[in-house]
């Protein structure tokens, strides 16, 4: 549905003035937005309308029908923004406990109430589109539909013919083309593969220093542990010596010790049995 220029320009200005009062409201820093609850789940919005009509003035009306899935609490409500502060606590003299009944006949006392949220929504109006029924003007347009009327001639080539042109663009090295962006994302690459290959290097060359330093950790290992193994062996070596020596000194000592008698001659025989025969002992 297409709107013309007068509603727009009428929609307009009530929007202006609708922002004026709501502005001067603002500034009188006084509630004109309320709620009407407990309102029949079954009602509609024209009901609503119809029910409270003849309505104040006002720039807002917004109705709520109930949820019939929430049971006994499915209950409709509505929003009204009143221009004027003044009848506002008219409307509530009026309709604050009023009695709505439904189509089965239920009572429903609503309750007239300031609405928690004062403020109204803006009311968007699309903007007449200057481009809308231009669509002939338009010179790709009627570009497009020149090529349509008279479609340019295409010459197909037999494909022996085109298989030829293949074979010769691939020996001219005419396929090979090279383009700035072409160049670029190549030089990338290569500076990637570069990258790689540093890396992989330089993890081989930690790889290799690592390992050597095992091996020497190893070796150097190993010649402590065969130097300590010959000064243990010494040290053996050197107690089992030192034990050798105390048994032979343990053994001459628990031997009996024999003395050796020099053996005499015939004369010196006879000076002893002279000697002993005065002294009555034997002198050896």
Do not use: W
């Not at 190993?222 to 193994?229: G, S």
Request: charged share 45%.
């Amino acid at each position: 549905m297409t709107l013309s220029s007068e509603q727009v320009t009428k929609s307009e200005n009530s929007n202006i003035e609708a922002t004026k009062l709501k502005d001067k409201k603002d500034c009188d820093g006084l509630s004109t937005k309320v709620v009407v609850r407990r309102l029949p789940p079954t009602m509609t919005g024209e009901e609503f309308v119809e029910q409270l009509s003849p309505l104040p003035d006002n720039d807002y009306l917004y109705f709520v029908k109930g949820d019939l899935s929430l049971a006994q609490h499915a209950l409709s409500r509505g929003y009204i923004n009143f221009i004027n502060p003044e009848d506002v606590v008219i409307f509530k003299e009026k309709f604050d406990n009023y009695v709505f009944v439904d189509s089965k006949g239920n009572e429903y006392p609503a309750v007239v109430e300031f609405a928690p949220f004062q403020k109204i929504p803006k009311t968007k109006v699309r903007r007449k589109d200057n481009k809308v029924g231009t669509i002939e003007d338009d010179i790709d347009y009627q570009k497009f539909l020149n090529e349509l009327s008279n479609p340019p001639e295409v010459k197909i080539q037999s494909v022996e013919k085109h298989l030829e042109e293949i074979e010769k663009r691939k020996k001219d090295g005419a396929l090979r083309l090279s383009t700035p962006l072409i160049a670029f994302i190549k030089q990338k690459k290569l500076e990637k593969l570069k990258l790689r290959d540093e890396r992989r290097e330089d993890r081989r060359r930690r790889e290799i220093e690592r390992r050597r330093q095992r091996d020497e950790e190893r070796r150097r290992r190993r010649l402590e542990k065969e130097r300590a193994d010959r000064l243990r062996e010494k040290e053996r070596e050197k107690r089992r010596e030192r034990e050798r020596q105390g048994e032979g000194e343990k053994k001459a000592d628990k031997e009996p010790q024999v003395k050796l008698l020099k053996k005499t001659r015939k004369g010196d025989s006879r000076r002893q049995g002279k000697r002993k025969g005065r002294n009555g002992e034997a002198r050896f």
